[in-house]
């Protein structure tokens, strides 16, 4: 739309001073990272006329562009942005907050948009996101089969890529609660012998005590998450302002260690029966993402036998590729599990499995289908 270049034009100076206070800059090493592959529904885009932005693990995309093939349009009114489609309305500041022009398109986070208008958004394989709602009749499996060529074609040119091209058409995220531990570095480890990357839901007492380790889960990719301080029922669910205590606690002691903090978080047990409504308004009100899982590994139950888990974990990310779905994976950082871990990665790699770490720009996936 001609007249959104020329009204950012009229706004330029401002932004610029205010994507300074923002911290978003072009030189970033995450600006450097090789754009994803964009689906709407069952389309797949063209990723040259998409030319999405990956900035500061956020994924922004031209509103213009993507909110046509998403059935949304948008008008500029002074330094509002005005976006309208499927019976709903949301505004965005041109001068304050996550927007930004990059060659004469105006750049907002895809989450935003996604969660303002009903969408959800998945990575059905390797840096390739999708967005749908219930307009879409392909599961991610049969998307990525679908468009596999075109898939396999980004995956080969891809920077840095060591793994198979076939990898990316399936996707597996991996997440240990309960770390860091004296044991996390055999674990990473494992995860670099098999190209990995995955999520680790930490306690604050366990940062403090192995702050150590913490560099390298950084430097090597992997996603960082909180878990809380307690561990305890009676503590962190004690009210909805104790949870959110508790998450902000832990993600200062993680600033400290690393120089990050993270919005993605994994109560104790799980959200349910105890995150009720109040709380998560609490934790999403402050920014935070609640994640569960789709497959428990019961390690926490076979720790002397932990052979006993390796078949069923199998069995249950299979059952779900079958069902279109990505397994989001319940581990725990301990001896037990890591002994196994090599078993379990081996046969997946061998099906042509990919380990991805979960990040801001996914739609979050919980007991209680809160995707805020």
């Not at 990898?167 to 012998?193: N, W």
């Not at 994994?266 to 993402?289: E, F, I, M, V």
């Not at 997946?348 to 809160?370: A, I, R, V």
């Amino acid at each position: 739309m001609k007249f959104l270049k020329v009204r950012w034009m009229a706004v330029c100076l401002m932004a610029i001073c205010c994507l300074g206070l923002l911290g978003i800059h072009t030189n970033t090493a995450s600006a450097q990272a090789k754009a994803p592959l964009l689906g709407v529904n069952d389309v797949l885009l063209d990723s040259n006329t998409i030319q999405p932005v990956m900035k500061n693990d956020k994924l922004y995309v031209p509103i213009v562009i993507l909110g046509q093939k998403m059935g949304i349009s948008a008008s500029a009114s002074g330094n509002t942005l005005i976006l309208t489609g499927h019976n709903r309305s949301f505004t965005l500041s041109l001068t304050q907050g996550d927007v930004f022009e990059r060659g004469g398109r105006t750049m907002v986070p895809i989450r935003t948009l996604a969660d303002a208008f009903g969408f959800t958004i998945t990575l059905p394989s390797s840096n390739l996101y999708r967005i749908q709602n219930a307009n879409a009749s392909l599961s991610d499996a049969q998307f990525v089969n679908t468009f596999a060529a075109e898939i396999k074609q980004h995956a080969t040119v891809k920077p840095g890529n060591t793994g198979n091209a076939s990898s990316s058409s399936r996707t597996i995220y991996l997440s240990f609660d309960d770390g860091p531990t004296a044991h996390t570095a055999q674990l990473l480890d494992i995860l670099d012998k098999y190209n990995a990357k995955a999520t680790f839901f930490m306690l604050g007492p366990e940062i403090r005590q192995h702050s150590a380790v913490m560099k390298r889960m950084v430097e090597e990719g992997h996603s960082l998450g909180l878990h809380g301080m307690s561990h305890q029922v009676k503590k962190i669910y004690a009210s909805p302002a104790a949870a959110l205590a508790e998450m902000n606690q832990d993600n200062e002691i993680l600033f400290q260690a690393t120089g990050k903090r993270t919005s993605l978080i994994r109560t104790p047990y799980g959200s349910k029966p105890y995150l009720k409504k109040a709380y998560r308004d609490q934790l999403t009100g402050a920014g935070y993402h609640i994640w569960d899982w789709n497959i428990d590994s019961n390690d926490w139950r076979y720790t002397k036998n932990p052979e006993h888990f390796v078949k069923t974990v199998l069995s249950d990310i299979r059952r779900l590729k079958k069902q279109g779905r990505t397994p989001v994976v319940l581990m725990h950082d301990k001896p037990s599990t890591i002994k196994v871990l090599p078993q379990i990665m081996a046969a997946l790699q061998k099906e042509g499995y990919s380990f991805e770490p979960l990040n801001n720009n996914l739609t979050p996936l919980n007991f209680w289908n809160d995707h805020r």
